[in-house]
């Protein structure tokens, strides 16, 4: 099979969701010396996307979305070692969780993924996290940085609740709050005062390294 003959094929095998040919897929492109990055760019989160839009459509429903992300994830959890092993030394520390209500993960294990590639050590809390478990964690984890992940507009405004508790906890000055997810913006995450937003995993880590820069400067050691 040639390179695009596999991309084309994941693509096509993770928009229906068949998780063993799309990890077959993945271990063959990993043998043939593939980049993980380009199976990741050029193929799953594509077809991702193309589940989305099929889903606004009405062409697809939530058992369709669930198993074509239950298929990137399988091939994520082969990728994940080789995207984040670049043995570089530890830059921060970077909390991260999806917010109360919210399910969706993909996105947040991806950015996750990328920061530890780029030398965080990442604290992830899973989905469904309620503001006083974001509070708890702070004060167990003393993170440089927490990251809150909402996927739904219905669910954007824990974001607020989460930035309220952190306050009230006393905790708001401790720590960088960073937002973000697919209906996320940043005119959205500068109104309710957050202190930084990236639309997705490669920007997540550019701007979280800006923001530790601009607080250590503040703050001298
Ligand atoms: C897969 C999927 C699901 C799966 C989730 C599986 C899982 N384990 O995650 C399942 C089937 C469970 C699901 C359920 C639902 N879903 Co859904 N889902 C999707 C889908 C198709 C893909 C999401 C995804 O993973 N994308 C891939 C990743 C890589 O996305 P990404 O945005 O590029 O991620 C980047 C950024 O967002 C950013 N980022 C992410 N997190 C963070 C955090 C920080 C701090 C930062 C800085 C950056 C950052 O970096 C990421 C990596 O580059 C989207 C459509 C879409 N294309 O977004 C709908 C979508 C998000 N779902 C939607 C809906 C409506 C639902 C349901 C309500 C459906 C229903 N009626 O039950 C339920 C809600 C369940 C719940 N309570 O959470 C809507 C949301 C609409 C809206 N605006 O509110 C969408 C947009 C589909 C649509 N077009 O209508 N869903």
Redesign the pocket.
Known sequence: MTSDEILAGLYDETLVGNGPAVLELTHEALAQGMLPGTLLFDAL?PA??E??AR??RGDFF?PE??I??RAM?GAMEVLRPLLADTGVETIGKFL?GTVK????????N??NIMLEGAGFEVVDLGVQVAPERFVAAIEEHRPDIV???A????TMPMFKANLNALEKAGLRDSVIV??????VTQEYADAVGADG?????SA?VKRAKALLEQRRAKVPA
């Open positions: 989160i991702l996307e589940v989305g889903f606004e939530v979305m669930l074509a992300g994830a991260m209500g919210d399910v969706h993960d993909i996105g947040k991806l950015v990251g809150f992940s996927f739904l507009t219905t960073m937002v973000g997810g697919a209906p937003y990236a639309a997705d995993a997540t």
